[in-house]
């Protein structure tokens, strides 16, 4: 008998083995007295698959960072951009990716931050007295609280009608041909610096900031394009559009960490923090180089771009050649 029961515990560790992990073999009666089989041990199957599993998370979060980084202050979408790579890369799950998108714009403000540092230390400094550095913090202010408004009010609504590709791709294509139009139009500039803004076209840039509540419609292209109708020249518009992006992007994050926390595990802070990180480091490089592209060319390439990109992707959810969340 005792032959017979060294030979039964080997073949069982074995079943066990090919049919389940090590959680279902410890639940095996005496199979922690059997001698392990040479070679396995089923307690690194999970450790593995979990390692694995971590490394794609993590490096499709710096994908979306650095997608993010990129598209943030271009007239071209970041959130649309967002959308369309998460539901590309199957990126967590809906919940999640919505809080992950809108924690990482923080990451991207940063790089305005660092970029403008000198300019907005200038203006807290002089913010105790009247001149052009308080008047520059009222016009933020003032041109921040429309869309805050506005998505305070209507952003819930807005996502579950329109945060889905199709939609955006219809926004990217309506973007581009008013891009267009606003390059097209004779532009008579009336504001040549962000110090030169009043507080009344401060708040119609602002009321321009909320359409960028439609995803695909990108908040930089509609408060830098808003601009330019209302006569900021194209450095006024941009560095403006800048300097609104940090109480936006900010409010946003905040108020999205704070009433989706529900949602938030302490393993996901290896995620949002790689794509906090790859979103601020690519943003720095896409400011400076809008900065310099603005200085001798029009937006033009970026309604095209929006054209050709929206028209992709319409065309690849018609055809069914890409499953897309429609």
Same mark, same amino acid.
């Given at each position: 008998m005792r032959g017979a029961s060294c030979c039964i515990r080997p073949i069982r560790v074995t079943h066990a083995l090919k049919s389940s992990p090590a959680r279902e073999f410890s639940r095996i009666p005496g199979a922690h007295d059997a001698p392990w089989p040479a070679g @396995?041990?089923?307690?690194? #199957?999970?450790?593995?698959? &979990?390692?694995?599993?971590?490394?794609?998370l993590l490096f499709k979060s710096l994908i979306m960072g650095i997608v993010e980084g990129l598209t943030e202050f271009l007239p071209i979408s970041s959130t649309g951009h967002l959308i369309l790579t998460g539901d590309?890369?199957? $990126?967590?799950?809906?919940?999640?990716?919505?809080?992950?998108?809108? %924690?990482?714009? $923080?990451?991207?403000?940063?790089?305005?931050?660092?970029? @403008?540092?000198?300019?907005? +230390?200038?203006?807290?400094?002089?913010a105790g007295r009247a001149g052009r550095e308080r008047n520059l913090l009222i016009n933020v202010a003032a041109a %921040?609280?429309?869309?805050?408004? /506005?998505?305070? *009010?209507?952003?819930? /609504?807005?996502?579950?009608?329109?945060?889905?590709? =199709?939609?955006?791709?219809?926004? #990217?294509?309506?973007?581009?041909?008013?891009?267009?139009?606003?390059?097209?139009?004779? &532009?008579?500039?009336?504001?040549?610096?962000?110090?030169?803004?009043?507080?009344l076209d401060a708040i119609k840039v602002g009321l321009c900031q909320c359409f960028a509540l439609i995803p695909g419609t990108s908040r930089s292209g509609a408060t830098i394009i +808003?601009? *330019?109708? !209302? +006569?900021?020249?194209?450095?006024?518009?941009?560095? $403006?559009s800048f300097f609104l992006a940090i109480?936006?992007?900010?409010?946003?994050?905040? @108020?999205? !960490?704070?009433? /989706?926390? &529900?949602?938030?595990?302490?393993?996901?802070? +290896?995620?949002?923090?790689?794509?906090?990180?790859?979103?601020? =480091?690519?943003?720095? %490089?896409? =400011?400076?180089?809008?900065?310099?592209?603005?200085?001798? &060319?029009? #937006?033009?390439?970026?309604a095209w771009y929006r054209i050709a990109f929206g028209v992709i992707v319409l065309l690849t959810a018609w055809r069914g050649w890409v499953d897309w969340t429609v």
């Open positions: @396995y041990n089923p307690a690194s #199957f999970p450790a593995h698959r &979990h390692t694995s599993m971590d490394m794609i590309l890369l199957n $990126f967590l799950d809906k919940e999640k990716r919505d809080v992950f998108e809108i %924690f990482i714009q $923080f990451g991207a403000m940063l790089a305005v931050v660092w970029e @403008y540092r000198a300019k907005i +230390g200038q203006t807290l400094a002089g %921040f609280i429309p869309a805050a408004a /506005m998505g305070f *009010l209507f952003n819930n /609504m807005i996502k579950a009608a329109l945060f889905k590709p =199709v939609p955006v791709a219809l926004a #990217f294509i309506v973007g581009g041909l008013v891009i267009l139009w606003a390059e097209k139009r004779q &532009h008579t500039v009336t504001v040549e610096t962000v110090d030169d803004l009043s507080l +808003g601009g *330019l109708f !209302l +006569g900021l020249s194209r450095k006024a518009a941009t560095e $403006f109480p936006t992007l900010s409010a946003a994050s905040l @108020y999205s !960490l704070w009433k /989706m926390r &529900h949602a938030l595990e302490t393993q996901d802070i +290896g995620i949002f923090a790689v794509g906090f990180l790859a979103s601020m =480091v690519s943003a720095f %490089f896409a =400011v400076r180089a809008l900065l310099k592209f603005i200085s001798s &060319h029009t #937006f033009i390439a970026f």
